[in-house]
């Protein structure tokens, strides 16, 4: 911690670009110096995507400078990101190019600063990227209305490889060429590593060549760190397909630039995991990877006869930057989950675990190295491995399909759907739930699971909020008749709520975790319930004293434990990491007016009402009124604005106006009776 | 009506697999008897895909009869359909070989009988197919659940072409290679035509077997109608391809097997749009095809010998099935929306259009012919589609996507929040939504889609009800400053609400459309409408004098007008064309809770609890109840069971029991103030 971190300013970028004369040098010390300013967001932000950024810097360098044609301009090139995870390089290189201000290289992944992944608020971001797959359908939006406005842009998009693998990338493909979009140019930036590890191993591309051109695609390969090969191909490509969209294969290394990162260097023999796709580097790291990226630029310089690159830097005194670089402490749920599968499935060789790319972060490994025969790595292919659980489910096995929550919701939506119909047995497991950790943004940001696959019909979505409720919740997944969406926040269990009991669990039935008064809060998942219990503690000192209710089922609610617990409320809060709507405040609030109780408590939900920001954990549960401050601050407000008494009509059969209100007889029970007009 | 419908029992089918022994000739008589019987389902159940059972016939004829090992076994290899639509066919072929009951001959999309797509409750239907793209990967799942139990399957999947658009397809394909699926067989249905029209005008599939070589597939092609190159292609599959997945492209006729729908003879030079896809054919084109086939079948039999076939005749004296084929009458929302967008879109050149194969469904037929170069066919690829249109709205454009609601809310549910994250502006059209028709069964049937796009931020649900609901909605979708997601009834609208009158739309608002009692019942749309204006009038009968609301918004209330309503209602029955989890209900009960009204009334929602039925209208309100009669007796059973006076606590600040509940003052304001304990 108090690492001091060097950066570029705008004017060293300024100074290069104005005296290296030859385009090709240029544009490889641009590119230096972008991956120099990338490693210093990543580091102070204490997280980004490092070795993508650095696998497409040539490629966004030799573009920006080059090849694309006004692109700051209204009417110019647009060039983007689909995978967008490489959002910090582009974000470097525009800073490089003056087209964004200078100090949101410090705020990387910071409320107000420059997002994990790209978002159109940000200056030259067409799209909202990061959910894979969709850049090139973009793009082919933005030709077919330039086509339709007469105006005549070139459209330019990034690609992974390992986001090649989804299935959207290949539907959007014969479009293109049937339209003869000659318009669009799609760059793979064929670095050979997924998220986890090499694309080969994971479900290899075969021949990419082969696969666009039988899609009706002009295919072009190159060394995508060659920037003179770059420039030829790019060049070249108008002319060799002028009326169809084409490929350029860029071939790459990911963490290109310096050896610390490269994976050709830093990877052992026959090492399986690369370790620099996402997280910041260690000390160590960061110091070797900065010496030797500063190096190649001022070689560079040297070169045409320039002084050395003079960074600025960020030091101990940077308190915002520390702190922002903190790790949270604490259990992690997926961590958990991964060993209490291997458990239960020790004693249930039905089970099978399906991941798409995310072993590292859905707990799986062990798992994988348990059951290598029951571990299916499907890639980035969410709808794909959805539908082969749903085939695994068929032969009488039980399949675990895992991915974040952010893609396993929404992408194979209709695919869960469909293994419903079936009353297949199968378990969700989406991970990274919730508004936490803001920093990747809202593209990783699961806060619409619960309402989009709430309605499935035998879905029982399950949010657990400590590691023995997590056992209990894979006890239940492996036992119960329902399937199960369980929604696993991956931020660290602060010590409110990493102890938390549980007993078995029940459908629909809570626990209370804190006793307190009437005034009674809802919530599950340790973010929620964590939270909760330090809006009690500032509370307590209002005289208000919060119950705070654990109701860890997100779309069940057992009527009889409810009429109890309304029994004992006359108000009550329904907390949410989601948005505000189709979430366990609906839930509640209708099943609170169809138990037909003699007493009816308040009710008010509190959750998400707009996009998730991207920010630090602190700035984001602020932002959304779901810090322990502001949760206070809902319930003190509504305590004074809602306490008043809550006459409820008779009703009646008929057209009449109500009957009055009768007064409540001592043993509760009303004393008007049922009254029938003819 | 009335016409009389001759079908072949399956003891036919027996004669001729006993007494044909050649083998080709017996399979090519077996599918021309399939395509009789297939012929006779349609008709009588009023709806179905004769199209593309024809066009599969042949292919699965010679699977079931030659090809399969035991495919009636436990462990036998497996068939089953991904398109799903030909299912007719392929039931036709079950009963011919015994292993359906033939009664069921009877009961094509009928409540207990056939569904309209492939149910894993009918035997030997091993998944929910109709949802299209999803095959190959369930059949994957087959593969690998039969390696971990050790068993050896071949598994057999059928897709069409059209189908081959679909995303999901392309990401199934990898994994199957890069895991040497020698089992498993993809014979793709090439008969070019999609739902609307030809493949190649809608997005031209390019080098089919380029494509699937370039997925490290084995490919294989025969004519689809030639059983002896089925023979030897599938014969030599095993051989050419041990360890790899394998696609036999089988070129066949849309319709093949009868010159009265063969699309080689019943379009005209020039035609574009093929007109037996789906829906039964007119009866002189029923009569005529029915004599080609049982010809194409005699000439088989003569030739061996064999005396003709002895149809069965079902009569006029059949009110069962006439009573299925009756076709309701009634304006149709899609037709109405096509033409208000046609009328908007004069004066507004923002406005383009995208389709995803279904130009005959969702009403855009006008719109692509006025405005051919603002109308957009992307195919099946719902997905593209919608981030086609963001693209689209990321250059001031306003486009209109259309798909059926099943597929739109569903399928690129992350593609449609993607857009709203980035503030575009998307109108989203799913026609074809809720329960009816009830015919195609529950893959088209849209009853969840209110749920899964509800909590998307930025984004209204409008049902509107009828034909002057339409134009005001399509107005509203122009104008607003939300994106739209407009759910469209395809059904016929009933007279009760055809000519229902409307004001311009306001958001969250709704409207009486029966004036009553104190008794309310809300709901949208004209199937809800309809039939709570009938179980209003069978209520009058009881006494009760019922009001109805249309609230067209799905997902938004406006307080002041809920307000006003809860002050006239004593008791909400919210009934919904959907899953009772995540629509109205849910919405209204949560909104009159944190109204902290001083009267609130009870509620109760009606909708779907179970996945919807296949069968005739009727059939299908009944079991979910949804019609009339169920309606009005739920209402009489709440209201005899529900009309209790409902005393609600005082909310108190702190933990101490409620204090009494007072009695109402005369003004109705309430007399005990704010209580605070230390």
């Known amino acids: 911690m108090g690492t001091p971190l060097d950066w570029l300013p705008t004017s060293e970028f300024e100074r290069v670009l104005r005296c290296v004369d030859d385009r090709h040098d240029r544009s490889r010390a641009f590119a230096a110096m972008t991956r120099v300013n990338t490693l210093y967001m990543v580091m102070r932000a204490g997280s980004g995507h490092l070795g993508s950024s650095f696998s497409a810097a040539d490629i966004v360098s030799w573009l920006l400078l080059n090849e694309l044609r006004n692109p700051f301009d209204e009417d ?25 201000p200078e100090p949101l290289l410090h705020r990387l992944r910071r409320t107000g600063g420059l997002p994990g992944h790209p978002d159109v608020h940000t200056p030259h971001m067409p799209f909202n990227t990061g959910s894979l797959g969709m850049g090139i359908a973009k793009a082919k939006g933005l030709v077919l209305a330039d086509r339709l406005l007469g105006r005549s842009r070139r459209v330019y ?23 003869a979009m000659g318009e669009l140019t799609v760059i793979v930036d064929h670095n050979k590593i997924q998220s986890d590890t090499w694309v080969r191993d994971v479900s290899d591309l075969g021949d990419l060549e082969a696969k666009f051109a039988s899609f009706g695609w002009g295919v072009l390969r190159c060394d995508g760190h060659d920037h003179r090969q770059l420039d030829a191909v790019l060049r070249g490509r108008a002319e060799r397909f002028p009326d169809r969209p084409a490929a350029v294969i860029a071939d790459t290394v990911k963490g290109a630039g310096c050896p610390t990162f490269s994976a050709t260097t830093s990877m052992g023999h026959g090492e399986r995991l690369y370790r620099f796709h996402s997280g910041a580097p260690a000390t160590a790291e960061y110091r070797s990877a900065h010496a030797e990226l500063v190096g190649t630029a001022n070689e560079l310089l040297r070169r045409h006869g320039l002084a050395p690159l003079a960074p600025h830097r960020d030091g101990d005194g940077d308190r915002d930057g520390v702190a922002a670089r903190a790790t949270a402490d604490g259990p992690r749920l997926p961590e958990i989950y991964g060993k209490a599968l291997v458990h239960r499935a020790r004693r249930d060789d039905r089970i099978v675990a399906l991941d798409a790319d995310l072993v590292l972060d859905t707990g799986l490994i062990p798992f994988s190295r348990r059951f290598p025969e029951r571990f ?18 068929a032969r009488g096995l039980l399949p675990f399909v895992h991915s974040f929550s952010c893609f396993l919701h929404a992408r194979p939506n209709e695919q869960i759907y469909n293994n419903a119909t079936e009353g297949r047995r199968v378990v969700y497991v989406g991970s990274l739930a919730g508004l936490l950790p803001a920093a990747p943004g809202h593209s990783h940001q699961a806060v619409r699971d619960v309402s989009a696959v709430g309605a499935i019909p035998g879905l029982v979505v399950l949010e657990p909020a400590s590691p023995a409720e997590v056992r209990a919740a894979v006890d239940f997944c492996a036992s119960t008749s329902s399937s199960v969406y369980l929604r696993l926040v991956s931020a660290p269990c602060p010590p409110e709520v990493a102890d938390l009991r549980t007993g078995p669990l029940v459908v629909g039935r809570g626990r209370t975790v804190r006793d307190g008064g009437r005034t009674v809060a809802v919530g599950s998942g340790p973010v929620v319930l964590t939270e909760l219990l330090r809006a009690a503690d500032l509370l307590a000192g209002d005289g208000i004293d919060l119950t705070v209710v654990n109701l860890p089922w997100l779309n069940r609610v057992d009527p009889a434990w409810l009429a109890d617990l309304a029994d004992r409320a006359d108000q009550l809060f329904v907390v949410e990491n989601h948005y505000t709507h189709g979430g366990q405040a ?8 169809e138990l037909k109780l003699p007493t009816t408590p308040r009710l008010h939900g509190i959750g998400l009402t707009e996009v998730p920001t991207c920010g630090t954990a602190g700035e984001a549960l602020e932002a959304h009124g779901l810090s322990a401050a502001r949760l206070a601050g809902s319930v003190r407000t509504e305590l004074l604005h809602g ?17 009055p209100v009768p007064t409540r007889s001592p043993a509760g029970s009303p004393t008007t009776s049922f009254t029938r007009s003819t």
């Open 643 to 659: 306490a008043r008494p809550v006459p409820v009509p008779v009703p009646t059969r008929d057209g009449a106006r109500p009957v």
């Open 76 to 100: 110019g090139d647009v060039y983007f990101s689909s995978k967008g995870h490489d959002a910090p390089g582009l974000y470097a290189a525009l800073i490089g190019l003056g087209q964004l």
């Open 376 to 393: 299916i790595e499907c890639g980035i292919a969410e709808q794909d491995m959805v539908s082969v659980a749903g085939g695994i489910a």
């Open 586 to 593: 609906d839930l509640l609030a209708r099943a609170l007016l």
């Open 157 to 179: 998009v990034l690609t992974g490889d390992g986001e090649l693998q989804e299935g959207q990338i290949w539907e959007s493909l014969a479009g293109a060429a049937h339209r």
